[in-house]
């Protein structure tokens, strides 16, 4: 069967059994073509709550497809890849957290959306990096406790001098791979080139992007700048969609190196046999840990929206 062929054959049978595919802008273009939704971490929210299907395949990591259940629990949801997992979100110790929150019990815990189910159900409010700003701005409080990602944590403290906010350890692995190096090399080799890069990176890196931007707030800054050359310094399948979209202008990785792996995992025909034979990783989560979990999430929809 040629891609073309496997695409035609998901669409008619994504019709056929009334599945909405979910599809995070890391995935490659042959998934993105097939997608009733492509976004970045807030957007496929947003869709997850409104989508009109009974089952939902989401084509990222686990974390997404158990916010996607979090917010429509009569909904079957399943995952793309049984091991496409965040190793930020996977690291935060449940146990470092409610010890947190026990020393401060007034100060409110603010989470990046990339965290489990478990972690939600302690958080008070969650983020992504696209609204990060604009929620913690009117969420009612001055001081915040932030995880998993103290990158995104020191970018939103930037943005909100006024709030102040307790960093917990923790971070995106692939984003960390980008350095200052890799911006001087790339100012050398592109000296016309603007640097677009996602606040996940470090901060010494992040103040040396002329934009900072989610992942589809760089897709379409890219789109509409009259510029015609960028250094695209979040995950390296953003430079392939960009090349595909603009084709007039140029795009570079800032490090060959920013490739998620577990966001890769995901192929054509992994949409194809979940689709065909029903067969694939479906999200179960107990009604408590829902209902818990939905607070943070529901707060964060509510301030974002
Ligand atoms: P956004 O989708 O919010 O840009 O986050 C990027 C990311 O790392 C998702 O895992
Ligand atoms: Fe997690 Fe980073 Fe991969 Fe996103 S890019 S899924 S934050 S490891």
Request: proline share 6%.
């Amino acid at each position: 069967m040629t891609t073309r062929e496997m695409q035609d054959e998901i669409l008619r049978l994504k019709q056929e059994k009334s599945v909405c595919v979910l599809v995070h802008a890391y995935q490659d273009e042959d998934i993105w073509e097939i997608a009733d939704y492509v976004g970045d971490s807030f957007g496929l929210s947003q869709q997850a709550a409104a989508a009109k299907e009974d089952t939902v395949l989401m084509c990222g990591v686990r974390f997404m497809a158990e916010t996607v259940k979090i917010l429509a629990p009569q909904k079957r949801v399943f995952l793309s890849h049984p091991q496409a997992g965040c190793p930020m979100a996977d690291a935060v110790d449940e146990d470092i957290l409610a010890q947190v929150k026990a020393d401060t019990p007034d100060v409110p815990v603010a989470a990046y959306v990339n965290t489990t189910a478990a972690v939600k159900a302690l958080c008070d409010v969650c983020v992504t990096s696209s609204s990060a700003v604009k929620i913690l701005r009117a969420y009612p409080a001055d001081r915040f406790i932030f995880l998993p990602d103290p990158n995104l944590g020191a970018y939103i403290q930037s943005q909100l001098p006024e709030k102040s906010f307790e960093l917990l350890p923790g971070g995106c692995p692939t984003h960390l791979r980008l350095t200052e190096r890799d911006i001087a090399a790339a100012r050398e080799a592109h000296p016309d080139a603007l640097i677009l890069m996602h606040p996940e990176c470090h901060p010494r890196v992040a103040k040396k992007a002329d934009y900072l931007g989610s992942t589809t707030q760089i897709l379409s800054y890219a789109e509409k700048s009259d510029k015609k050359e960028f250094v695209i310094a979040t995950e390296n399948s953003i430079v392939e969609h960009l090349k595909f979209r603009c084709p007039d202008k140029k795009f570079y990785p800032l490090s060959r190196d920013c490739v998620c792996h577990n966001m890769r995992l995901t192929t054509l025909p992994d949409v194809y046999r979940f689709l065909a034979t029903g067969e694939g990783e479906e999200i179960l989560l107990a009604p408590d840990l829902i209902e818990k979990a939905r607070r943070p999430i529901d707060a964060m929809l509510r301030y974002g929206g």
